[in-house]
């Protein structure tokens, strides 16, 4: 069974950084596109980023609402996505999605998710 | 930049049928997927390459594309089906993009 587990949420001042997790089970993580994607209070869906495989040259692809801010990167040996948000802004709130990318791209596999909330 | 229009809201008796559009300029060229997202939970995919169901998906959910605009079409609407759903495709840099999404109301 695929699961996704996010991590490292919490509330963050504006201006500061915060690295969030997600480890994947049930799935060869090394053969997979990884992505991240947003939700903001009572907002829809935002695609943030997402990471190739190794195989596809393991390069990323960001929004352009958080290109330059944010990073992901990926340890295959411990089936680790992360997401690195640097100079966050009181808009980055959102509950952040951690998500297989099939090919496509589409997102075939969800985590529940964790909140950030930036705020002073 | 590229942009997924839905309608805000569809509503919809129990045991008919809803229909959710998603236009974009791109979607000629491109694939749309849809997802299900109810309250407090993670969105699910319910359609993929605009008509393909996922196992477990029921048989009652449907895609269809037709130049600019793809349709998501649940057949036999039942009250577990209200929620909200989101389309999703790729811009020409192959860049993901959602649309606003819809929210599905069953009367």
């Known amino acids: 069974e695929v699961q996704l587990v996010e991590s490292g949420g919490g509330l963050v001042q504006p201006g500061r950084s915060l690295r969030l997790s997600c480890t994947a089970s049930?799935?060869?993580?090394?053969?997979?596109?990884m992505s991240w994607v947003r939700q903001a209070p009572g907002k829809g869906l935002e695609w943030v980023g997402f990471?190739?495989?190794?195989?596809?040259?393991?390069?990323?692809e960001y929004a352009a609402s958080v290109k330059g801010r944010f990073t992901i990167s990926r340890d295959d040996s411990k089936s680790i996505a992360y997401l690195q948000m640097n100079s966050l802004k009181t808009e980055d709130t959102a509950v952040y999605y951690c998500?297989?990318?099939?090919?496509?791209?589409?997102?075939?596999?969800w985590g529940q998710g964790t909140l950030v909330t930036v705020s002073s | 930049s590229y942009e997924l229009t839905q309608p805000p809201s569809v509503s919809v008796s129990p045991g008919q049928t809803a229909r959710i559009t998603c236009s974009g300029d791109?979607?000629?060229?491109?694939?749309a997927y849809w997802y299900q997202q109810k309250p407090g939970q993670a969105p699910v995919l319910v359609i993929y390459k605009d008509s393909e169901r996922p196992s477990g998906i029921p048989e009652r959910f449907s895609g269809s594309s037709s130049g600019t605009t793809v349709t998501l079409t649940i057949s036999g609407v039942q009250a577990e089906d209200e929620a909200d759903y989101y389309c999703q495709s790729a811009d020409s840099s192959g860049l993901v993009v959602f649309g606003g999404g819809t929210k599905l109301t069953v009367l």
């Open positions: 998500t297989r990318l099939g090919e496509g791209p589409y997102f075939d596999y």
């Open positions: 990471i190739r495989s190794k195989a596809y040259g393991g390069t990323t």
């Open positions: 049930g799935f060869t993580f090394g053969d997979y596109a």
């Open positions: 791109a979607l000629p060229k491109q694939y």
